[in-house]
């Protein structure tokens, strides 16, 4: 199940650069990880009490994942990730749903315990979008939480 917005990711080919826009929005880096597995370094943004981040991605190396979308796009959005439940799941019912898998499974995150997996919604919509799942969920999903009364008149 989809939890909820866990960051928005926009790609940069230079981490302090892009970090002097994100500061214009009085955002403070957070994490900070390399992820070997797509040969990118990530570093985190968030504001004061706001779980959802802004991740920066740029090229950690030669092989980045990266590399190609800057030459043909340039710095900008790349992705919108979900923290999910249950990863493998998630893509099962995604792919049964007619998203195109980049990742057919989850591969480690650049955290400890943390998984992660790239689809692809299709050309309609041309979204990225990444799942995560963290080894303990950061946020207990919407069901779960405590229903507000509504105010009426």
Not at 30 to 59: K, L, S
Not at 86 to 102: K, N, S, T
Request: hydrophobic share 45%.
């Amino acid at each position: 199940m989809i939890l909820r917005i866990d960051h928005v990711g926009m790609v940069a080919a230079d981490l302090k650069a892009a970090a002097t826009g994100l500061r214009m929005l009085t955002m403070n880096p957070d994490e900070h990880d390399i992820v070997a597995t797509y040969d990118v370094e990530c570093q985190f943004w968030r504001r004061e009490g706001d779980p959802t981040a802004i991740e920066i991605v740029t090229p950690a190396g030669p092989s980045s994942q990266v590399t190609g979308h800057l030459r043909r796009s340039g710095p900008g959005l790349h992705h919108v990730a979900f923290e999910v439940d249950d990863i493998v799941a998630e893509l099962a019912v995604l792919r049964a749903r007619g998203a195109v898998l980049v990742d057919d499974e989850p591969r480690p995150g650049g955290q400890p315990g943390l998984q992660i997996a790239f689809v692809h919604l299709g050309p309609a919509t041309g979204l990225l979008v990444e799942l995560v799942q963290y080894a303990e969920p950061r946020v207990r999903p919407v069901a779960e939480l405590p229903r507000q009364r509504q105010a009426v008149g």
